[in-house]
């Protein structure tokens, strides 16, 4: 028996096998093949648009599958089929953090929030969504689809669009001004609802969202080891934060201890000099691919 395993095609792409890499599987694309081999016998990939995977889903097509929460939103609009939600996966193509589908308007439009766009003319990839965001404020707009560039429509094609966006650099380069948050979105491992009902698939798909979650939340921290006489232990432990409590355990000179903890990266660079100057002796920083919590 085979899990079916649908990986994002497109943006996302880069950044989910990178995370498949972190949890400890790896993924090898060939620009000539829809099929990806993985060094799991129990997995069968193909690789799926992010905007069409949650049909592909629902449709016992694949298994499981990777797609943004936008993109599940517009395919439950689209056709009431919804699939199931097995793990939030905070990650995006240029980050870990979560993605934002905005409401933009040119620099020097004289709109300045939604309610004024009454009968515009809206463009967007995310035509169902965007639709629902408008009627439920009563504003009545033509939500066109857009097949991309969607930034470079406004003023000439759209009064407005929707777009995705990590930092809005790509708005702000083409002269566009944000008013409005439709949709925040992130990457979701979801699942085939008759997959669910197999024990088998059930429990692949379980643990494959366990390490998917633990190389995320290894994501921006590391490890640190270090060496100390018992006497500035406490002094020590007060500098270090950790997730639960620093591991300390007994040398073989009972005066002495060694001090195992999980510390943000950010941190670190500030960090070793204090236990340096606290008495910390061998100070070893390393990296980590998974903490499970």
């Given at each position: 028996m085979k899990l079916k395993l649908g990986i994002p095609k497109g943006s996302l792409q880069d950044s989910t096998l990178q995370l498949f890499n972190r949890a400890g599987f790896n993924i090898y694309v060939s620009s000539r093949s829809y099929f990806p081999t993985i060094d799991d016998p129990e997995i069968e990939c193909t690789l799926i648009r992010a905007q069409e995977m949650a049909r592909y889903v629902a449709a016992d097509a694949v298994d499981a599958g990777l797609t943004g929460q936008d993109w599940i939103a517009e395919h439950l609009a689209a056709t009431g089929e919804n699939v199931v939600a097995i793990a939030d996966l905070i990650y995006s193509k240029q980050s870990f953090r979560k993605v934002r589908w905005v409401l933009a308007v040119p620099e020097d439009s004289p709109y300045q929030k939604p309610e004024e766009l009454e009968g515009t003319t809206i463009a967007t990839e995310l035509v169902r969504v965007t639709e629902s965001y408008f009627t439920k404020r009563g504003v009545n707009v033509n939500v066109e689809f857009s097949w991309g560039a969607t930034e470079v429509k406004p003023p000439q094609l759209a009064d407005a669009i929707v777009e995705a966006t990590e930092t809005g650099s790509t708005l702000q380069a083409n002269h566009l001004r944000i008013i409005d948050t439709v949709l925040e979105s992130n990457?979701?491992?979801?699942?085939?609802?008759?997959?669910?009902?197999?024990?088998?698939?059930?429990?692949?798909?379980?643990?494959?969202?366990?390490?998917?979650?633990?190389?995320?939340?290894?994501?921006?921290?590391?490890?640190?080891?270090?060496?100390?006489?018992?006497?500035?232990?406490?002094?020590?432990?007060?500098?270090?934060?950790?997730?639960?409590?620093?591991?300390?355990?007994?040398?073989?000179?009972?005066?002495?201890?060694?001090?195992?903890?999980?510390?943000?990266?950010?941190?670190?660079r500030e960090l070793i000099p204090k236990l340096k100057a606290t008495g910390g002796k061998g100070i070893v920083e390393y990296p980590l691919n998974k903490i499970v919590l």
């Open positions: 990457p979701q491992l979801i699942a085939n609802k008759e997959a669910l009902k197999n024990k088998w698939k059930k429990k692949k798909i379980d643990n494959i969202a366990l390490l998917l979650q633990a190389g995320i939340e290894a994501q921006g921290h590391v490890g640190l080891m270090l060496n100390a006489e018992r006497k500035n232990l406490n002094k020590l432990l007060t500098l270090l934060p950790a997730l639960q409590r620093p591991t300390v355990s007994a040398l073989s000179d009972d005066g002495w201890v060694s001090i195992t903890t999980i510390v943000e990266k950010g941190s670190v």
